[in-house]
């Protein structure tokens, strides 16, 4: 609608790609500080640096899930859909079943988005495993996840940690993660991955927009 202002006064478009570039940036950007952090860090102290990154993925999977919903759904301005409360472990688990069925050329028609949006369609479609990562969505959906490392002293060195919280039916929920170096590597390669999909749907969106239908995916 005319005149109509998104946070910072920004036009729906202006908001859109800010969102792209800043929001849907930060789990990747937060997760890569932190893995930059643990090579540096106490051997103590790198299970909870792995818990911050997977707290981190945890964000990078409902804003991507937020993305698509937005897309798919165009009923609705996208930057309005965009600013709704992130979703749910329920609606990533729809999201995960429905990614699962539709092939890329598939994904990037419910989207909406032009052909420079399937090479992310194409890396979506080949993430392994996301169904595991509802338990780290659901003990975060609330707000009130923690991060918890039992018997967390520097003559013990931690292989797990776990990132707990209450869900929205009011349910205890607690994903374990593991707390190596590698467990560490492999948690903030899939953040920086959902991330990229997520900017890579908004850009080939936001290039169709500004050139009338011309798209132009970015990854940046």
């Known amino acids: 609608m005319p005149g109509i202002t998104f946070p910072g006064g920004l036009s729906e478009l202006d908001f859109v790609d800010?969102?792209?570039r800043s929001s849907l940036r930060k789990p990747q950007m937060a997760a890569d500080a932190a893995l930059h952090a643990?090579?540096?860090?106490?051997?103590?102290?790198?299970?909870?640096?792995?818990?911050?990154?997977?707290?981190?993925?945890?964000?990078?999977?409902?804003?991507?899930?937020?993305?698509?919903?937005?897309?798919?759904?165009?009923?609705?301005?996208?930057?309005?859909?965009?600013?709704?409360?992130?979703?749910?472990?329920?609606?990533?688990?729809?999201f995960v079943e429905q990614a699962g069925k539709f092939n890329p050329?598939?994904?990037?028609?419910?989207?909406?988005?032009?052909?420079?949006?399937?090479?992310?369609?194409?890396?979506?479609?080949?993430?392994?495993?996301?169904?595991?990562l509802t338990n780290l969505v659901r003990a975060?959906?609330?707000?009130?996840?923690m991060l918890l490392v039992p018997h967390l002293e520097r003559r013990?060195?931690?292989?797990e940690c776990w990132f707990t919280g209450v869900d929205v039916s009011e349910q205890q929920?607690?994903?374990?993660?593991?707390?190596?170096?590698?467990d560490a590597i492999a948690l903030a390669d899939v953040t920086a991955t959902l991330s990229e999909i997520a900017r890579g749907f908004l850009a080939s969106y936001l290039g169709a927009r500004r050139s009338a239908?011309?798209?132009?995916?970015?990854?940046?």
Not at 156 to 159: A, E, G, R, S, V
Not at 213 to 220: E, K, Q, S, Y
């Open 18 to 20: 800010a969102y792209r």
């Open 38 to 94: 643990l090579v540096f860090s106490d051997l103590a102290d790198r299970a909870i640096l792995c818990g911050v990154i997977a707290q981190e993925l945890a964000e990078a999977c409902r804003r991507l899930v937020a993305v698509y919903a937005a897309l798919a759904d165009r009923r609705y301005s996208i930057a309005r859909s965009l600013m709704k409360p992130l979703p749910t472990a329920d609606d990533w688990c729809r």
């Open 105 to 132: 050329g598939q994904i990037v028609w419910d989207l909406s988005l032009g052909e420079d949006a399937l090479e992310y369609a194409e890396d979506l479609r080949s993430q392994p495993g996301l169904a595991d």
């Open 140 to 145: 975060a959906e609330t707000g009130s996840g």
């Open 156 to 159: 013990n060195i931690p292989t």
């Open 173 to 182: 929920v607690a994903a374990s993660v593991g707390a190596t170096e590698q």
């Open 213 to 220: 239908g011309r798209t132009a995916g970015r990854r940046d």
